[in-house]
C-alpha cells in the first residue's frame, strides 16, 4: 500500500482504544487504509472533499467499524502533524 501523505504524531482517544482492544484489532490495521486514501464509511461528498484536501492540505476524514461493530474515525490535521482515532461521539 502506498502513503499519499504523512500522520504526524498518531494519538488515540481511550475510547477508541478500548474498542480496539474489545475488537481484538490494531490501530495500525485502521492507520494504513487511512493513509492510502481508504477513506472506509464516508458519504461520497467526504470522499470528494477528502479528495479535495489531499490536493490542497486540508483536514482528512476517514470512518470505519471494527469487527465488534464499533465506529472509529481517523482525522489527520490539515497540517499533517498528527493524526487521532477517536469514536464520533468523542469529537
Not at 488515540?12 to 464509511?41: C, K, Y
Not at 471494527?66 to 469529537?91: F, H, K, M, Q
Request: proline share 5%; aromatic share 8%; glycine share 8%.
Amino acid at each position: 500500500m502506498k502513503s499519499l501523505f504523512t500522520l504526524g504524531q498518531v494519538v488515540a482517544t481511550p475510547g477508541a482504544l478500548a474498542a480496539l482492544e474489545n475488537a481484538g484489532q490494531q490501530p495500525g490495521d485502521f492507520l494504513a487504509r487511512h493513509v492510502s486514501g481508504d477513506w472506509g464509511e464516508v458519504p461520497p461528498e467526504d470522499v470528494e472533499e477528502n479528495e479535495f484536501s489531499l490536493k490542497h492540505g486540508f483536514r482528512l476524514l476517514s470512518a470505519y467499524r471494527t469487527s465488534a461493530g464499533n465506529r472509529l474515525w481517523v482525522i489527520t490535521e490539515a497540517d499533517r502533524s498528527s493524526t487521532c482515532i477517536l469514536l464520533p461521539e468523542e469529537y
